[in-house]
Nanobody, 116 residues
Framework: QAQLIESGGGLVQAGESRRLTCVAS????????WGWFRQAPGKEREFVAT????????TYADSVKGRFTISRDNTRNTVYLQMNDLQPADTAVYYC?????????WGRGTRVTVSS
């Protein structure tokens, strides 16, 4: 059964860092492009970052460029999101998933709350 488990969220102060982890199981992982997405309270889910299957090509939303870094470990079926200089606008539930369809069923996400 395909499954995604995100972890690493929590309550942080503005300017602090956090590393999110996403572990995938039940389907092939290493040959696909992966992404992190987030959903802030009252807003739709939005793209944050993507990484191609080799890990050599990444893209970022303008709002996180220069502060967030996406990476992956294909040997562990895991995608990471290193978040630095967090700001209150980064408060959201963060999710990972494949970039293209058919995606995994969405996981429960991991909540990041940034206080000013």
């Amino acid at each position: 059964q395909a499954q995604l488990i995100e972890s690493g969220g929590g309550l942080v102060q503005a300017g602090e860092s956090r590393r999110l982890t996403c572990v995938a199981s039940g389907r092939a992982f290493s040959s696909d492009d992966w992404g992190w997405f987030r959903q802030a309270p009252g807003k739709e889910r939005e793209f944050v970052a993507t990484i191609n299957w080799t890990g050599q090509r990444t893209t970022y939303a303008d709002s996180v460029k220069g502060r967030f870094t996406i990476s992956r470990d294909n040997t562990r079926n895991t995608v990471y999101l290193q978040m630095n200089d967090l700001q209150p606008a980064d408060t959201a539930v963060y999710y990972c998933n494949l970039v293209a369809n058919p995606q995994f069923p969405w996981g429960r996400g991991t909540r990041v709350t940034v206080s000013s």
